[in-house]
């Protein structure tokens, strides 16, 4: 979590309002939360939405009389409503009742960020929670958590500790989550939001965005669009077991609830201890989703991805290329050919290590295998470097297997439960590691460490986790903390990653977990991006990578050109196709190049040589999706514009072929400079004519009000037409 930096106090913006209440607005450049404040009673909160301009009291005086909703909503009286936070006492109350404990303060950092903190106590116990708001101002973010203490001199219980709440009001509200499974990460659900409770949940224990995702759009004026209605984002920041709840009554009112998942996790709260939820994102657009996403990937840029502001490298990974089968000669051979095609970096994948030869071994025993790598690392990284690529390296640092030396020589830093058998997950004998251990999260910092140390030239770790947790049982915690097994699994992940960032702050780190599992702010912060999904198939990626979009900016998303047929699908996509769906995201390459003809390297060279052309548009700059893969409109459309509006760089893929469907021929562009004049420029052509618009001038206006009409076809030779389409477009201005 990047830090505030020295904060300083600023006078508190707070107005009276009314008798007793003190409105305390969270601000950013566009949005405002607005806090009320009472002395004798718990805070409300009375406004998300545009900033007020004027009078604070306005949002206020609007809101429905009586409609007091709690800003942090705890389980004590009316205990029939949902509740964020649920303390038993150690006389056995199992009830809460805050009021204001001191004045709420708001400090400013040198970026214009503000952390408003509320504090509150409870009016009887000696337990307190800090309710905290820091506003990103030119990201329109605002996060919120709580911090809770007790100050008693006995343990208090905490069955739910939830990050935050959000009341709002709308009689026709939808959200819009992602969904998923292994291969077929980042789905998009749109429902309405009927009365009664949703809940979207994941228990996985270590990969938890594979199914369901810790991230929502709320949207308040009907079914969610693009471009136009009021939209909440809201984004968990926890990598662990999480659950957000939508209540909806019979009126039109609406409670989001995001938190740590309560269930099998009480935390014992020890004398003088306070917990810190983690945080919960929210932003807020008045024009849709597409807004929405921006605001996200802006503040996930600047506050949330490992170097998130520089351009990530073009890399080949050699997982699908040859996956265990590693030898030197190959390992050099993939080195020489991504140089060769101007990338930047080759990632040796699994099975360099112990006796790795496939997945049932080795995890934890992370010496070279010496039959396969006589001359260990440093000979790869030398041979790296004479070739002119940079070196990764896979790594599970979560994980064992039950055949390794690891875990023969330490049974008990796996996870199991007492008195029962081990359950074993991948290759049938994949373990977890017992990451609430302090030797465990040791072995691995050093483990890391010592991989790093000696050899410096690793510039990039991709860190896999491939099983879930399969039991509850910690043989490191005490039986009186069992309960704490997730949340000290992920306290003890945070804690390594941060050591490991902190020793080797310039390494690149893709956090992948059997494919696109660990898709979740609450992870990124040490990370700079993550793998997709082991589905490779450019068809399937359109739409994991839309899914992933409205999140996640495309420089996090791991997005690899591959062979045909595709190994999880077996489809046959062109190779024009592959790379044009790889450069919407972090493109890279996952194939064996040896099994290239001479002419389809050449392609990619050349697509790659197109990518670093304009990958900072891509990268770092705006994304504007046009047409869904969700919708069944025969394509599917997206365009980045870079945020001094100069170069866009605009997609377009033919995706049903069949005569009598739609098709969105002609997606009008969004984001450009309705002022300026762009030149049109088809990248990765393979027609035998241009387009008819190839080389002109058209203003952002025109583009943006008619966009160009597509060709949807390829004008080949008879007999290298395919069935299927696609098309990227630079726009440079003139
Ligand atoms: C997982 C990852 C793959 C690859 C394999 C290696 O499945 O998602 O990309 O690294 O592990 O075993």
């Known amino acids: 979590m990047k830090k505030l930096l020295a904060l300083t106090a600023i006078s508190l913006p707070a107005l009276i309002a009314g008798a007793s209440q003190r409105l305390v607005p969270v601000s950013t450049f566009n949005t405002q ?34 409609e007091r909703q709690a800003a942090y909503p705890v389980y004590g009286n009316y205990p029939e409503g949902e509740s964020a936070l649920s303390v038993t006492m150690p006389d056995g109350n199992m009830t809460l009742d805050l009021i204001p404990a001191g004045e709420p303060k708001t400090e400013c950092d040198h970026n214009g960020n503000s952390l408003t903190t509320i504090p509150l106590a409870d009016r009887h116990y000696p337990v307190s929670v800090t ?16 911090d809770i203490t007790n100050n008693g ?14 009341p709002f009001r709308s009689d026709n509200a939808w959200m819009t989550s992602l969904y998923g499974t292994w291969a077929n990460e980042g789905r998009v659900n749109n429902e309405r939001l009927t009365p009664g409770m949703k809940v979207i949940q994941n228990k996985d224990g270590v990969r938890n965005s594979h199914t369901s995702h810790a991230e929502v759009f709320l949207s308040l004026d009907g079914k969610p669009a693009e471009t136009s209605g009021r939209v909440i984002g809201a984004a968990l920041l926890y990598g662990g077991n999480y659950r957000l709840r939508t209540v909806t009554d019979d009126h039109g009112g609406h409670r989001f609830f995001a ?44 506050y949330h991805l490992a170097h998130g502001t520089e351009v990530n490298p073009i890399l080949l990974n050699s997982w699908e290329g040859v996956y265990f089968n590693i030898d030197e000669p190959k390992m050099a051979a993939m080195m020489q050919d991504i140089a060769d095609m101007g990338g930047e970096l080759f990632v040796m994948d699994d099975g360099w290590f112990g006796r790795r030869d496939d997945d049932s071994s080795s995890l934890g025993d992370w010496e070279v295998d010496t039959r396969k790598l006589p001359h260990g690392i440093k000979g790869l990284t030398d041979e790296a470097r004479r070739r002119g690529v940079k070196f990764g390296i896979w790594v599970e640092p979560e994980m064992t297997n039950s055949n390794s030396r690891l875990y023969r020589e330490h049974p008990d830093w796996v996870i199991k439960a007492a008195n029962r058998d081990i359950v074993e997950g991948r290759g049938g004998t994949q373990l977890v590691l017992d990451l609430s251990n302090p030797k465990v999260q040791d072995f691995i910092v050093n483990m890391v460490d010592t991989l790093l140390t000696n050899n410096p030239e690793i510039a990039y770790v991709k860190w896999d986790a491939n099983a879930p947790v399969m039991q509850h049982g910690s043989q490191y915690l005490p039986a009186d ?71 996640f900016p495309a420089m996090a998303m791991g997005s690899h050109i591959s062979a045909v047929p595709n190994h999880t699908t077996f ?24 099994d290239m003809s001479a002419q389809e390297r050449d392609f990619c060279k050349g697509a790659i040589g197109a990518y670093k052309g304009f990958r900072d548009v891509v990268q770092l700059g705006d994304l504007y999706r046009l047409v869904s893969p969700f919708d069944n409109r025969g394509a599917v459309s ?36 309705p002022e300026a004049s762009y030149k049109v420029t088809e990248v990765n052509r393979i027609d035998l004519t241009p387009l008819p618009y190839e080389g002109e001038v058209f203003t952002g206006r025109f583009l943006m009000d008619n966009g160009l009409e597509m060709r949807t076809s390829h004008d080949l030779e008879w007999g290298k037409k395919t069935d299927y389409c696609s098309r990227v477009l630079l726009l440079e201005k003139q």
């Open 131 to 146: 309710l905290n708001y820091l506003a990103y101002p030119k990201e329109d973010v605002i996060e919120t958590w709580a």
């Open 33 to 66: 939360i607005i806090i009320g404040v009472d002395s004798a009673a718990a805070p409300s909160l009375v406004y998300y939405g545009p900033a007020v301009r004027g009078d604070l009291r306005q949002a206020a005086l609007a809101a429905l009389q009586g």
């Open 153 to 166: 001199k006995k343990p208090v219980t905490m069955t739910r500790f939830e990050s935050g709440t959000l």
């Open 481 to 551: 903390r069992q309960s704490e097994l997730s949340i000290r699994f992920h306290r003890g992940l945070t804690s390594v990653m941060e050591r490991i960032r902190a020793a080797h702050p310039d390494v690149a780190i893709q956090a992948c977990a059997s494919g696109g599992g660990r898709a979740n702010y609450g992870i990124l912060d040490n990370f700079d991006e993550f793998w997709v999904s082991d589905n490779t198939d450019a068809f399937q990626r359109l739409g994991a990578q839309w899914g992933l979009s409205y999140f």
């Open 571 to 594: 489809r046959i996509v062109p190779l024009k196709f592959r790379c044009d769906v790889a450069m919407t995201g972090r493109l890279g390459m996952e194939i064996q190049p040896r």
């Open 259 to 302: 938190g740590i998942h309560p269930d099998e996790s009480a935390w014992k709260l020890m004398p003088g201890e306070t917990f810190s939820t983690p945080r919960l994102a929210l932003t807020y657009s008045a024009n849709g989703m597409g807004e929405a996403s921006r605001n996200f990937h802006r503040w996930g840029r600047n």
């Open 638 to 673: 997206l365009m980045y514009v870079s945020p001094d509006k100069q170069k866009g760089v605009f997609y377009w893929f033919r995706t049903n072929n069949d005569y009598s469907a739609p098709l969105a021929s002609r997606p009008a562009m969004q984001g450009l400079d």
